[in-house]
């Protein structure tokens, strides 16, 4: 994104993050989770999953100086908002690795918000939170088994132990 178009996009953000996305963090510390369905459509509203993304696939293609600030501002209000747009973006610099074909087909896709991206940190006794605790997630298809302390997301899939309406 160039700088002019820059400086006229991120007003639009501080204005979603203080009079929109703040309205949520009652109902976050009340509840124990983000209310998914209302807080994606606005973040992607403002191209906010596709940060990262370049402009060639839908993104906003910032760069780190450009996206940073986002991240301080979302951190200002609510932290937890703000690590939970950043794993979805910082995913997305996996892409970087896949092919033309790949990057056509699953970019637009995670820059409108459409899909949705997280990570887990799956060695044991490195990485972020070694403090572990033990898990067993089955699905329709496998079942995950392991160790983690920061596995996010999973109630987006409706997976066992997800807090109800999540």
Known sequence: MDDARYREWFPKVEDLIWNDLSQYIEHIEREGHIPHKE??????????????????????GLTVKQYVPVLIELSKMYAGL??????????????EFATDEQKAR???????????????????DNGTGTTLCWFVIPTAARALKGSACFCYRRTLRGLPGSPSGA
């Open 106 to 124: 699953i970019y637009p896709g995670i820059a409108s918000g459409k899909i949705q991206l997280a990570f887990a940190l799956t060695e044991p």
């Open 39 to 60: 807080v994606i459509p606005k973040l992607a509203a403002l191209g906010l999953y596709g940060s990262l993304v370049p402009e060639s696939y839908g993104g906003l």
């Open 82 to 95: 703000r690590g939970y747009l950043h794993t979805h973006v910082s995913a997305t610099k996996l892409l």
